[in-house]
C-alpha cells in the first residue's frame, strides 16, 4: 500500500498549483485524507484534510479561503488546490491517510498522530 503525493513545483506568489495524492492498493474514498507540509527548519504541520465521504473538511487557518481539498473518486485521488499563494506557504507536502477505514470522526485528523500511511512528500516552491 502506497501514497504518492504529486503536482509540486514553482510557482510565483499570487498564483495557484493542484497538489494530488493517489493511492495503490488502497481505496481513498474509504479513508480520511490529510495534506501536511514542512518548511525547512520547521515541523510538520496541518493543512487539509477531508473525511471518506467528503462531506467533511478541515483547514489549518493559514489554508482557509484560500485552499481547497476534494476527492475524485473515479481517479482514486484527492487533491489540493492552492491558490494565492505565499512565500510562506513553500515547503514540502505531504499527503497521509490513517489506519482505520469508514471512520466516523473518532479520531482528530488534524492530528499527524491519526495517520499512519503517509507519501514522499512533493516540493512547492513559492518565488516573491
Known amino acids: 500500500v502506497q501514497l504518492q503525493a504529486y503536482g509540486g513545483g514553482l510557482v510565483q506568489a499570487g498564483g495557484s498549483l493542484r497538489l494530488s495524492c493517489a493511492a495503490s492498493g488502497r481505496t481513498l474514498s474509504r479513508y480520511y485524507v490529510g495534506w501536511f507540509r514542512q518548511a525547512p527548519g520547521k515541523e510538520r504541520e496541518f493543512v487539509a484534510a477531508?473525511?471518506?465521504?467528503?462531506?467533511?473538511?478541515y483547514y489549518a487557518d493559514s489554508a482557509k479561503g484560500r485552499f481547497i481539498i476534494f476527492r475524485d473518486n473515479a481517479k482514486n485521488t484527492v487533491s489540493l488546490q492552492m491558490n494565492s499563494l505565499k512565500p510562506d506557504d513553500a515547503a514540502v507536502y505531504y499527503c497521509?491517510?490513517?489506519?482505520?477505514?469508514?471512520?466516523?470522526?473518532?479520531?482528530?485528523?488534524?492530528?499527524?498522530?491519526?495517520?499512519?500511511?503517509w507519501g514522499q512528500g512533493t516540493q512547492v516552491t513559492v518565488s516573491s
Open positions: 477531508i473525511s471518506w465521504t467528503g462531506d467533511t473538511t
Open positions: 497521509a491517510s490513517p489506519s482505520f477505514p469508514l471512520d466516523v470522526g473518532r479520531y482528530d485528523y488534524t492530528r499527524e498522530s491519526s495517520y499512519n500511511l
